[in-house]
Protein backbone atom coordinates (compact mmCIF):
# COMPACT_ATOMS: atom_id res chain seq x y z
CA UNK A 1 0.00 0.00 0.00
CA UNK A 2 3.01 2.34 1.03
CA UNK A 3 4.60 1.75 -2.73
CA UNK A 4 1.14 2.63 -4.62
CA UNK A 5 0.93 5.64 -2.30
CA UNK A 6 4.33 6.77 -3.08
CA UNK A 7 4.03 5.89 -7.08
CA UNK A 8 0.88 7.75 -7.02
CA UNK A 9 2.45 10.83 -5.29
CA UNK A 10 5.37 10.56 -8.01
CA UNK A 11 3.19 10.26 -10.71
CA UNK A 12 1.73 13.65 -9.64
CA UNK A 13 4.73 15.46 -10.21
CA UNK A 14 4.59 14.81 -14.41
CA UNK A 15 1.59 16.93 -14.13
CA UNK A 16 1.64 20.28 -15.99
CA UNK A 17 1.95 23.42 -14.14
CA UNK A 18 2.20 26.72 -14.39
CA UNK A 19 5.59 28.27 -13.18
CA UNK A 20 6.66 31.90 -13.36
CA UNK A 21 7.23 33.50 -10.20
CA UNK A 22 9.63 33.02 -7.13
CA UNK A 23 8.94 31.01 -4.62
CA UNK A 24 6.72 32.73 -1.61
CA UNK A 25 5.62 30.58 0.97
CA UNK A 26 7.42 31.01 3.53
CA UNK A 27 5.93 28.56 6.78
CA UNK A 28 5.80 29.78 10.36
CA UNK A 29 8.57 28.58 11.96
CA UNK A 30 6.99 29.07 15.49
CA UNK A 31 4.29 26.66 13.92
CA UNK A 32 6.24 22.70 13.31
CA UNK A 33 2.73 21.30 12.75
CA UNK A 34 2.43 20.85 16.32
CA UNK A 35 2.38 23.12 19.14
CA UNK A 36 4.77 25.16 20.73
CA UNK A 37 3.65 24.56 24.38
CA UNK A 38 3.89 21.29 26.72
CA UNK A 39 1.00 19.40 26.92
CA UNK A 40 -0.41 16.57 28.69
CA UNK A 41 -2.27 13.67 27.34
CA UNK A 42 -4.72 10.82 28.62
CA UNK A 43 -3.28 7.84 27.22
CA UNK A 44 -5.26 4.92 30.01
CA UNK A 45 -7.30 4.83 32.83
CA UNK A 46 -8.63 2.35 35.21
CA UNK A 47 -11.10 1.86 37.76
CA UNK A 48 -10.83 0.29 41.18
CA UNK A 49 -13.67 0.37 43.28
CA UNK A 50 -15.02 3.83 43.28
CA UNK A 51 -11.83 5.26 42.33
CA UNK A 52 -10.49 5.82 39.00
CA UNK A 53 -7.03 6.36 38.37
CA UNK A 54 -5.81 8.09 34.67
CA UNK A 55 -2.47 7.88 33.67
CA UNK A 56 -0.69 10.72 31.33
CA UNK A 57 2.06 11.29 29.37
CA UNK A 58 3.80 14.74 28.85
CA UNK A 59 4.93 15.12 25.45
CA UNK A 60 7.70 17.81 24.85
CA UNK A 61 7.53 19.93 21.63
CA UNK A 62 10.40 19.03 18.94
CA UNK A 63 13.70 20.87 19.48
CA UNK A 64 14.61 20.26 15.88
CA UNK A 65 12.67 20.32 12.69
CA UNK A 66 13.01 19.69 9.39
CA UNK A 67 10.86 19.97 6.32
CA UNK A 68 11.42 19.45 2.48
CA UNK A 69 9.50 20.09 -0.39
CA UNK A 70 9.91 19.18 -3.94
CA UNK A 71 7.97 19.93 -7.28
CA UNK A 72 8.76 20.00 -10.62
CA UNK A 73 7.99 18.89 -14.21
CA UNK A 74 9.12 18.17 -17.46
CA UNK A 75 7.10 18.11 -21.19
CA UNK A 76 8.60 17.90 -24.71
CA UNK A 77 7.02 17.94 -28.06
CA UNK A 78 5.55 21.72 -29.20
CA UNK A 79 6.92 23.19 -25.98
CA UNK A 80 10.27 21.99 -24.39
CA UNK A 81 10.35 22.60 -20.74
CA UNK A 82 11.81 21.46 -17.57
CA UNK A 83 11.53 23.18 -14.54
CA UNK A 84 12.41 21.95 -10.79
CA UNK A 85 11.47 23.78 -7.33
CA UNK A 86 13.32 22.60 -4.06
CA UNK A 87 12.17 24.35 -0.27
CA UNK A 88 13.12 23.46 3.01
CA UNK A 89 12.31 24.69 6.35
CA UNK A 90 15.04 24.19 9.10
CA UNK A 91 13.67 25.17 12.79
CA UNK A 92 15.98 24.58 15.82
CA UNK A 93 14.20 25.02 19.55
CA UNK A 94 18.17 26.41 21.18
CA UNK A 95 15.53 27.19 24.97
CA UNK A 96 12.83 28.05 26.05
CA UNK A 97 13.67 32.03 24.75
CA UNK A 98 15.63 31.42 21.63
CA UNK A 99 14.29 29.54 18.24
CA UNK A 100 16.73 29.79 15.22
CA UNK A 101 14.88 28.69 11.70
CA UNK A 102 15.77 29.21 7.75
CA UNK A 103 13.98 28.78 5.02
CA UNK A 104 15.74 28.32 1.40
CA UNK A 105 14.99 27.60 -1.85
CA UNK A 106 15.75 27.49 -5.24
CA UNK A 107 13.66 26.76 -8.75
CA UNK A 108 15.35 26.07 -11.91
CA UNK A 109 13.22 26.50 -15.42
CA UNK A 110 14.15 25.84 -18.98
CA UNK A 111 11.86 26.43 -21.67
CA UNK A 112 12.51 25.97 -25.46
CA UNK A 113 16.12 25.65 -24.72
CA UNK A 114 15.72 28.86 -22.91
CA UNK A 115 17.00 29.60 -19.00
CA UNK A 116 13.56 31.28 -17.70
CA UNK A 117 14.14 30.73 -13.70
CA UNK A 118 16.96 30.44 -11.79
CA UNK A 119 15.57 31.74 -8.25
CA UNK A 120 18.19 31.81 -4.96
CA UNK A 121 16.68 32.53 -1.98
CA UNK A 122 18.31 32.06 1.82
CA UNK A 123 17.24 33.64 5.35
CA UNK A 124 17.85 33.38 9.32
CA UNK A 125 15.45 34.19 11.37
CA UNK A 126 16.41 34.21 15.56
CA UNK A 127 13.33 34.44 17.62
CA UNK A 128 13.24 35.71 21.06
CA UNK A 129 10.17 34.35 23.54
CA UNK A 130 8.99 31.60 20.86
CA UNK A 131 6.51 29.80 23.40
CA UNK A 132 5.12 33.25 24.60
CA UNK A 133 1.69 34.74 23.20
CA UNK A 134 3.56 37.56 22.12
CA UNK A 135 6.95 37.17 20.77
CA UNK A 136 10.15 39.10 19.12
CA UNK A 137 12.30 38.41 15.88
CA UNK A 138 14.83 39.53 13.95
CA UNK A 139 16.12 38.04 10.51
CA UNK A 140 18.16 38.74 7.59
CA UNK A 141 17.72 37.31 3.93
CA UNK A 142 19.27 37.08 0.47
CA UNK A 143 17.48 36.63 -3.20
CA UNK A 144 18.67 36.61 -6.37
CA UNK A 145 16.40 36.30 -9.71
CA UNK A 146 16.82 35.41 -13.38
CA UNK A 147 13.46 35.62 -13.90
CA UNK A 148 13.09 39.43 -12.14
CA UNK A 149 15.96 39.83 -13.79
CA UNK A 150 17.37 40.99 -9.48
CA UNK A 151 21.10 40.38 -9.46
CA UNK A 152 20.85 40.86 -5.72
CA UNK A 153 18.23 41.69 -2.70
CA UNK A 154 19.46 41.61 0.61
CA UNK A 155 17.21 42.42 3.68
CA UNK A 156 17.09 42.85 6.91
CA UNK A 157 14.83 43.37 9.63
CA UNK A 158 13.34 43.02 13.53
CA UNK A 159 9.96 43.35 14.92
CA UNK A 160 7.32 41.42 17.05
CA UNK A 161 4.65 39.31 16.68
CA UNK A 162 1.51 37.36 18.10
CA UNK A 163 -0.28 34.50 17.89
CA UNK A 164 -3.58 35.19 17.37
CA UNK A 165 -5.44 31.24 17.84
CA UNK A 166 -2.35 28.40 18.72
CA UNK A 167 -4.62 25.04 18.98
CA UNK A 168 -3.49 21.64 17.94
CA UNK A 169 -5.34 22.06 15.13
CA UNK A 170 -5.52 25.60 14.42
CA UNK A 171 -3.11 28.03 14.37
CA UNK A 172 -3.33 32.00 13.25
CA UNK A 173 -0.19 34.69 13.69
CA UNK A 174 0.21 38.14 12.75
CA UNK A 175 3.66 39.50 12.51
CA UNK A 176 4.80 43.03 11.89
CA UNK A 177 8.55 44.14 11.40
CA UNK A 178 10.82 47.15 10.15
CA UNK A 179 12.75 46.00 7.29
CA UNK A 180 15.72 47.95 5.06
CA UNK A 181 15.90 46.31 1.42
CA UNK A 182 19.11 46.67 -0.66
CA UNK A 183 17.65 45.82 -4.33
CA UNK A 184 20.11 45.30 -7.18
CA UNK A 185 18.15 45.05 -10.29
CA UNK A 186 20.40 43.85 -13.67
CA UNK A 187 18.52 46.72 -16.31
CA UNK A 188 17.19 49.23 -13.43
CA UNK A 189 18.75 51.64 -10.94
CA UNK A 190 19.43 50.26 -7.76
CA UNK A 191 16.56 50.28 -5.04
CA UNK A 192 16.98 51.40 -1.06
CA UNK A 193 14.39 51.36 0.90
CA UNK A 194 12.75 51.18 4.62
CA UNK A 195 9.00 48.66 4.69
CA UNK A 196 6.52 47.66 7.31
CA UNK A 197 6.04 44.87 6.37
CA UNK A 198 3.25 42.77 7.78
CA UNK A 199 2.13 38.58 7.52
CA UNK A 200 -0.53 36.79 7.97
CA UNK A 201 0.04 33.18 8.85
CA UNK A 202 -2.79 30.31 9.14
CA UNK A 203 -2.45 26.75 9.21
CA UNK A 204 -5.35 24.03 10.15
CA UNK A 205 -5.30 20.40 10.41
CA UNK A 206 -8.23 18.30 9.02
CA UNK A 207 -9.19 14.73 10.53
CA UNK A 208 -4.93 14.49 11.55
CA UNK A 209 -4.38 13.53 7.70
CA UNK A 210 -5.12 17.05 5.75
CA UNK A 211 -3.33 20.37 6.36
CA UNK A 212 -4.31 23.75 4.83
CA UNK A 213 -2.41 26.60 5.40
CA UNK A 214 -1.79 30.19 4.02
CA UNK A 215 0.70 33.37 4.34
CA UNK A 216 0.02 36.42 3.31
CA UNK A 217 3.14 39.54 3.31
CA UNK A 218 2.01 43.09 2.80
CA UNK A 219 5.46 45.53 2.44
CA UNK A 220 4.95 48.78 1.34
CA UNK A 221 8.11 51.32 1.31
CA UNK A 222 7.67 53.83 3.85
CA UNK A 223 10.48 56.25 2.06
CA UNK A 224 8.90 55.94 -1.50
CA UNK A 225 5.87 56.90 -2.52
CA UNK A 226 4.32 54.29 -5.04
CA UNK A 227 6.68 51.54 -4.08
CA UNK A 228 4.49 48.71 -3.02
CA UNK A 229 5.49 44.43 -2.56
CA UNK A 230 2.33 41.89 -1.75
CA UNK A 231 2.67 37.87 -2.27
CA UNK A 232 0.52 35.71 -1.00
CA UNK A 233 0.19 31.72 -0.86
CA UNK A 234 -2.21 28.90 0.24
CA UNK A 235 -1.44 24.76 0.41
CA UNK A 236 -3.47 21.69 0.93
CA UNK A 237 -1.42 18.80 1.96
CA UNK A 238 -2.20 15.24 2.51
CA UNK A 239 -0.19 12.82 4.61
CA UNK A 240 0.32 9.56 2.98
CA UNK A 241 2.84 8.42 5.67
CA UNK A 242 4.65 9.62 9.00
CA UNK A 243 7.08 11.42 6.77
CA UNK A 244 6.13 11.95 3.75
CA UNK A 245 3.42 14.02 1.56
CA UNK A 246 1.86 14.79 -1.15
CA UNK A 247 1.07 18.69 -1.45
CA UNK A 248 -0.46 21.04 -3.69
CA UNK A 249 -0.02 25.10 -3.87
CA UNK A 250 -0.73 28.26 -5.67
CA UNK A 251 1.21 31.17 -4.79
CA UNK A 252 0.59 34.70 -6.47
CA UNK A 253 3.95 37.53 -6.44
CA UNK A 254 3.76 40.93 -7.00
CA UNK A 255 6.11 44.24 -7.40
CA UNK A 256 5.04 47.66 -8.32
CA UNK A 257 8.93 48.38 -9.08
CA UNK A 258 10.62 45.65 -11.79
CA UNK A 259 12.79 45.56 -14.46
CA UNK A 260 12.34 46.65 -18.25
CA UNK A 261 10.04 44.07 -20.37
CA UNK A 262 8.88 42.47 -16.96
CA UNK A 263 5.16 42.01 -15.59
CA UNK A 264 4.31 43.44 -12.18
CA UNK A 265 2.32 40.03 -11.18
CA UNK A 266 3.57 36.12 -11.09
CA UNK A 267 1.51 33.45 -10.42
CA UNK A 268 2.39 29.71 -9.36
CA UNK A 269 1.00 26.53 -9.47
CA UNK A 270 2.23 23.21 -8.26
CA UNK A 271 2.15 20.04 -6.88
CA UNK A 272 4.75 17.87 -5.46
CA UNK A 273 6.08 15.67 -2.55
CA UNK A 274 6.49 17.00 1.58
CA UNK A 275 9.07 15.38 3.75
CA UNK A 276 9.52 16.02 7.23
CA UNK A 277 11.36 14.67 10.27
CA UNK A 278 10.92 15.82 13.75
Not at 105 to 126: A, C, P
Not at 139 to 168: C, D, H, M, T, Y
Not at 232 to 242: E, H, L, P, R, Y
Amino acid sequence: MRLYQTLLALALLCLLLNANAQTTEQPDPLRPSQPDSTQKVKVDSTKTGNATTVSSTTITPAVFLYRLTTDGTATQGNVNRILLQLTAAIDYSASKQFKFSTNPSFVYGRQNGLLNEREWFGDFRTTYRHEERVYYLAFGSFERSNLRKILSRWIVAGGAGVKIVNRPKAYLSLTDVLLHENSDFLELEDVRVWRNSARLFGEYTINDKVTVSHTTFWQPALNQRGNVRWNGSVSVQIKMTNALSIRTALANSYESIVSPGRVRNDLRWTMGLVYERK
